[in-house]
């Protein structure tokens, strides 16, 4: 079946403007999660989500980070005011629950900030 | 909150030699041990995992070892072949509620043909 999607798959944004992430989780996964990942760097948590409760949101850098998920899949990170450090590989992931935790990644936005 | 350490970050091999790479954790409550493996510009794929009522997982030249009393675990490649050579992360979560897998920074194993 069909896998996780990411898009774009490259974005490159000019500082100080906002951009938009999109992630869609394999159907019927209810467990959704989002990582940072700098240039050979490891994976940095961002935000989980699982079901319909409230994320966490424990691993957000800053306050210009958010994310969000209509109707329990597709799930938005929004980063605004873009910075040079933000440029990463950002990474989404889910899974079938809470109780299962194998995570099947998407391929990852290639974010550049000039 | 958990952390993961993992070493070495690089590793080079010939080709048919044993790799090792080895992570700790600090949170005694984890109990789920994922080793995802990431080729260049492509997404992390599991390749093994590990729960915390076992001590040892073979999958043909894989395996992976958990040691509880001491806090790590260890991925084992046997027989290396060059497409082994990627970057091999650990991961460590526990099994009730939240799901939060916390990743090690990774090892960049090289096989040489």
């Known amino acids: 079946g069909a896998g996780v999607s990411q898009s774009p798959s490259n974005k490159v944004t000019e500082k100080g403007k906002d951009v938009e992430l999109r992630c869609d989780p394999i159907?019927?996964?209810?467990?959704l999660y989002w990582y940072r990942q700098s240039l050979g760097q490891g994976l940095e948590f961002l935000i989980y989500?699982?079901?319909?409760?409230?994320?966490?949101k424990s691993g957000l850098p800053s306050d210009r980070f958010s994310a969000e998920r209509t109707g329990g899949s597709v799930s938005t990170l929004t980063i605004q005011r873009t910075q040079q450090e933000d440029s990463a590989v950002y990474l989404c992931?889910?899974?079938?629950?809470?109780?299962?935790?194998?995570?099947?990644f998407g391929p990852g936005t290639r974010l550049l900030v000039l | 909150g958990e952390n993961v350490e993992q070493h070495p970050s690089t590793l080079s091999v010939q080709e048919g030699d044993s790799a090792v790479i080895k992570c700790t954790y600090s949170?005694?409550?984890?109990?789920?041990f994922p080793w995802y493996k990431q080729e260049l510009g492509k997404r992390p794929q599991l390749i093994i995992d590990?729960?915390?009522?076992?001590g040892e997982k073979k999958d043909q030249r894989i395996a992976v070892t958990l040691n509880k009393t001491a806090k790590h675990f260890s991925l084992h490649i046997t027989e290396t072949q060059p497409e082994d050579s990627a970057v091999y992360f650990c991961?460590?979560?526990?099994?009730?509620?939240?799901?939060?897998?916390?990743f090690g920074t990774g090892t960049r194993l090289l096989v040489s043909p």
């Open positions: 992931a889910s899974s079938p629950s809470y109780s299962q935790e194998t995570q099947y």
């Open positions: 159907s019927g996964h209810t467990a």
């Open positions: 989500f699982q079901g319909n409760s409230a994320p966490d």
């Open positions: 949170d005694s409550a984890s109990n789920y």
């Open positions: 590990i729960r915390s009522n076992v």
């Open positions: 991961a460590a979560s526990g099994n009730t509620g939240f799901q939060k897998l916390v």
